[in-house]
Nanobody
């Protein structure tokens, strides 16, 4: 049974920084690209960042480029999302997701196979 468990969310001040870890179990971690998805209030959801199985390929949405960094530790089956320069509009539920692919990591929600429940990040101004 695949489980993805996010942590590290909460109420944070504008500017950040905050790091969200996501621990994966029940899968061969190095067979999966990983991504972070967010769903803000009244907004369409988006994949904000994704990373290939080796960490050699990454993708960032324009809305977070230069502020967020995705990384992974395969030995710990964990993917991280480091967020800095946080703005109130970054307020959202952040979920990690796993995609069974070894090439370019996915940029859209439908490309992912497994999902975590998410963690709420609320940015106060």
């Amino acid at each position: 049974q695949v489980q993805l468990v996010e942590s590290g969310g909460g109420l944070v001040q504008a500017g950040g920084p905050v790091t969200l870890p996501c621990a994966a179990s029940g899968l061969t971690f190095t067979s999966y690209a990983m991504g972070w998805f967010r769903q803000g209030p009244g907004k369409d959801g988006e994949v904000v960042a994704s990373i290939s199985w080796s960490g050699g390929l990454t993708y960032y949405a324009d809305s977070v480029k230069g502020r967020f960094t995705i990384s992974r530790e395969n030995a710990k089956n964990t993917v991280y999302l480091q967020m800095k320069g946080l703005k109130p509009e970054d307020t959202a539920v952040y979920s990690c997701a796993a995609q069974r692919r070894r090439g370019q990591p996915g940029r859209t929600r439908t490309e992912y196979d497994y999902w975590g429940r998410g963690t709420q990040v609320t940015v106060s101004s």
